[in-house]
């Protein structure tokens, strides 16, 4: 059974930056896609950025240019750095997996989630 567990999370200024990392276990295919979700509470959970099974990287509008998703393979850990954060950034924070290669933006299409990690950036 996978098990992926979030940590990093935790209350930071505006501006200010914070790294999350999601472990996975057992080891974890380098060939399967794993992202990063975030959901408010009262609306839909929403994707942030993936990392697929060729190693491609792609960001939600929201975070590009600000978020930076790095996956340890070595490690079996996927990261988030986030900089420049904002209130509207304030979210649980969750790793998800594929047993494939192709990423998503659907919350459905993943297979193993995280308990999440919380983000909180006061206004």
């Known amino acids: 059974q996978v098990q992926l567990v979030e940590s990093g999370g935790g209350p930071v200024r505006a501006g200010g930056s914070l790294t999350l990392s999601c472990a996975a276990s057992?080891?974890?295919?380098?060939?399967?896609?794993m992202s990063w979700f975030r959901q408010v509470p009262g609306k839909e959970r929403e994707w942030v950025a993936a990392?697929?099974?060729?190693?491609?990287?792609s960001y939600a509008e929201s975070a590009k240019g600000r978020f930076t998703i790095s996956r340890d393979y070595a490690r079996n850990t996927l990261h988030l750095q986030m900089d420049s954060l904002r209130p509207e950034d304030t979210a649980m924070y969750y790793c998800a997996s594929r047993t494939a290669g192709v990423c998503y933006t659907l919350p459905t299409m993943y297979n193993y989630w995280g308990q999440g990690t919380q983000v909180t950036v006061p206004s």
């Open positions: 057992p080891v974890m295919s380098s060939a399967i896609c």
């Open positions: 990392v697929d099974g060729d190693g491609r990287i």
